[in-house]
Every structure is written in C-alpha cells, then in structure tokens.
Nanobody, 120 residues
Framework: QVQLVESGGGLVQAGGSLRLSCAAS????????MGWYRQAFGKQRELVAR???????VYADSVKGRFTISRDSAKNTVYLQMNSLKPEDTAVYYC??????????????WGQGTQVTVSS
C-alpha cells in the first residue's frame, strides 16, 4: 500500500556529514508524520528524529545540534542531514511514516534500512 525507499547511507569519517533521504509512495491520502530511527548492532531500535505534519520536530538528545530533519511534503520525502558524525552514530537507519491511506485507514510503515558507518 505504501512503500518507503531510503537512500544516502554510507561510510564516512568522524566529523563528516551524510544526508539520508526517504521517499514515500503508494495509496497516500496524508502523511501524518515521518521520521528516522536507528538500530546499532546488539542494541534496540531508537528514535533519531521525527517531523510531524504540523511542523513540529523531535530529536533524540544524542543528535540535537548535529542532525536536522526536514520534509518536502509535495514529494512525500523526508531528509536527515547528519553533521559532525561520531562513531557512535554507526547504525542501520530506518525511515518511518504514519500514513492515512486513501481508504482513510491509518497505518505505520518502515523502510528497508540504510547503513551508516562512521569510522574513527
């Protein structure tokens, strides 16, 4: 019904930057929120940043001041600009969206994940 396609992961040195993108497509009536989670090896998945439809944003304390989430509503796309990357940011990053479908049902969707590796 809804597909989330992520791009932009990769390998970067500490202090570097990466920009992740996630495009949503499918039977979308409205995207209520989009965000990014991450899961490091052996750890639980955690919220990184979230962009809510009313313009509010939420960030994990660990990324405040370094990461910026933004949305292009016309393209149903969310971005995560990651600056001053640290080795502890190494994880698989997952796009997440809460979507109201054309049927007016609301569901949550996940992308396939993109690896971000920060070397020291």
């Amino acid at each position: 019904q809804v597909q989330l396609v992520e791009s932009g992961g990769g390998l970067v040195q500490a202090g570097g930057s990466l920009r992740l993108s996630c495009a949503a497509s499918g039977s979308i009536f409205r995207i209520n929120l989009m965000g990014w989670y991450r899961q490091a090896f052996g750890k639980q998945r955690e919220l990184v940043a979230r962009s809510i439809d009313d313009g509010r944003t939420v960030y994990a304390d660990s990324v405040k001041g370094r990461f910026t989430i933004s949305r292009d509503s016309a393209k149903n796309t969310v971005y995560l600009q990651m600056n001053s990357l640290k080795p502890e940011d190494t994880a698989v990053y997952y796009c997440n969206a809460d979507v109201t479908l054309v049927t007016l049902q609301t569901s949550t969707y996940w992308g396939q994940g993109t690896q971000v590796t920060v070397s020291s």
